[in-house]
């Protein structure tokens, strides 16, 4: 890799950019993203023509950052605040745009891609994140649906089951700060509910309330992240929490259980604890226990894998982590919190900086940075 000649580059780039119309400050963030990727991509497979390779790739940056952020401000200019608890009004276009991007032609995975990169405003790389795959996977993805969709009339909606794992992804891209989008997906989850008698439609709803009534806690006034034992529990919205306990519970009397009924039950004790210390933790681990038996996600096992080391000790935790993939997200972090409650803050440390190097943005970044830094201080005083 020649950072020399990235350097040369990089002001002709930009200015190619500019002169396509793009604002310089865009320009500059698109320019930023195609030389990261230059550097992981060219030790293996050099271009032939630098200059136009990273034109091209910084202009599919732009683009995707313009569509993202027009896609964010038109939902914005809906939204003035999150909807109130009740009967939502008819299902509106934008709900069936949902259910019509969901084809019966697609398989289940590319509905779900094509449905977040057209109608929820999401870019590739976003999407990728959600799904654990790389960019470029996600990308020919897509590309595959929109040339199945091309053939075929968009008269046959999807089934429920494809739109529900599209809201449930554009609610926790929201949740995460990224794009603010968690609003309008409750939005949409109430209207399909108001439609749609189907236990896993209150689930979802039920665990986006639940999740939702703690996001004003979530980050300090300085936007740092706040961990979930140390928020303010007097500010969470007690409504909205009431609400999705209502729904959770109707739903699980129905006795047709489904991952978002198990997700919103582990929000739902997490909600009734009245300290971070009266968690029932061991409840918390038996619905992990539903929730890996329903999907068998190495997110879901992982997450189990914290619960077992608050229920049971951190030692019981880490085994149960090391039976996972250590490349898979949020290993490193996990791993971290679970060697510190066991008493190994120099590991702790070291594997909270890593986790910091693979964070996915910047808050947890440095959320995960703030950590190490205080077991080294901690350490070396």
């Known amino acids: 890799m020649d950072d020399a000649l990235l350097r040369g580059l990089t002001p002709s780039v930009l200015a190619l950019l500019v002169r396509r119309g793009a604002d310089f400050a865009a320009a500059e963030d698109a320019v930023q993203d195609a030389l990261v990727e230059a550097v992981r991509v060219w030790p293996d497979d050099p271009p032939r023509d630098p200059k136009g390779w990273l034109v091209t790739v910084a202009w599919r940056r732009f683009l995707d950052a313009a569509r993202a952020d027009a896609a964010r401000r038109r939902r914005e200019d809906r939204l003035d605040e999150e909807p109130a608890p009740g009967t939502a009004p008819g299902r509106d276009d934008t709900l069936q745009l949902y259910f019509l991007c969901a084809h019966p032609s697609l398989t289940p995975a590319s509905a779900v891609a094509l449905t977040l990169r057209a109608v929820g405003g999401l870019t590739t790389r976003q999407i990728a994140r959600a799904y654990l795959v790389p960019e470029a996977t996600m990308a020919q993805r897509i590309s595959r649906a929109k040339r199945t969709v091309s053939a075929v009339r968009l008269d046959q909606p999807g089934d429920v089951a494809t739109v529900l794992r599209v809201l449930y992804l554009v609610f926790n891209e929201g949740y995460s700060g990224d794009v603010d989008l968690a609003a309008e997906a409750i939005r949409l989850t109430r209207q399909l509910a108001a439609a749609i008698d189907h236990p896993e439609v209150a689930g979802l709803l039920a665990l986006m309330l639940l999740h939702h009534a703690r996001r004003a806690t979530r980050t300090a006034p300085d936007g740092s992240l706040v961990p979930l034992a140390e928020q303010d529990r007097d500010r969470w919205d007690t409504r909205s ?92 972090a996990a791993a971290a919190y679970l060697h510190e409650r066991a008493g190994d803050p120099t590991t702790a440390a070291r594997l909270y900086a890593e986790a910091a190097d693979k964070a996915s943005n910047r808050a947890e970044r440095d959320h995960l940075m703030r950590q190490a830094a205080r077991l080294n201080a901690r350490r070396d005083g």
Do not use: K
């Open 241 to 332: 929490i009431a609400e999705g306990v209502e729904l959770l519970q109707a739903a699980l009397a129905r006795d047709r259980l489904g991952e978002f009924q198990a997700q919103a039950a582990i929000a739902a004790l997490h909600a009734d604890a009245r300290t971070a210390e009266e968690t029932d933790w061991v409840q918390i681990v038996e619905w992990y226990d539903e929730l890996t038996h329903l999907t068998d996600s190495p997110v879901v096992r992982l997450n189990r894998a914290v619960a077992v080391g608050q229920a049971d000790g951190p030692r019981a935790g880490l085994a149960a982590l090391a039976e996972l993939d250590p490349a898979l997200p949020r290993h490193a």
